[in-house]
């Protein structure tokens, strides 16, 4: 559910800030990035759970926003 959520706030910022000649392939571009992170997390996710047991896959998905939390935190 977050990452549907965070989808369009993104999706917005992008268009907000794309130069208006490459609005469209700016937003092709970062949902094309999106779905395939989707993909790619869904299967080593999936390949995680044939070799561990579930807290050390909830373990692996706390990285990613621990390191956008540190992103954040930097940019302020």
Same mark, same amino acid.
């Given at each position: 559910? %977050? &990452?549907?959520?965070?989808?369009? #706030? /993104?999706?917005?910022? &992008?268009?907000?800030?794309?130069?208006?000649?490459?609005?469209?392939?700016?937003?092709?571009? %970062?949902?094309?990035?999106? /779905? /395939?992170?989707?993909?790619?997390?869904?299967?080593?996710?999936?390949?995680?759970?044939?070799?561990?047991?579930?807290?050390?896959?909830?373990? %692996?998905?706390? /990285?990613?926003?621990?390191?956008? #939390?540190? &992103?954040?935190?930097?940019?302020?």
């Amino acid at each position: 559910m %977050v &990452v549907i959520a965070d989808s369009p #706030l /993104f999706s917005t910022l &992008v268009a907000q800030n794309a130069p208006p000649n490459l609005k469209g392939t700016a937003l092709t571009i %970062v949902n094309c990035i999106g /779905f /395939f992170i989707t993909i790619i997390s869904i299967q080593l996710l999936n390949s995680l759970q044939t070799w561990t047991n579930t807290p050390t896959i909830l373990t %692996v998905l706390a /990285f990613g926003p621990l390191i956008g #939390l540190m &992103v954040l935190l930097s940019i302020r």
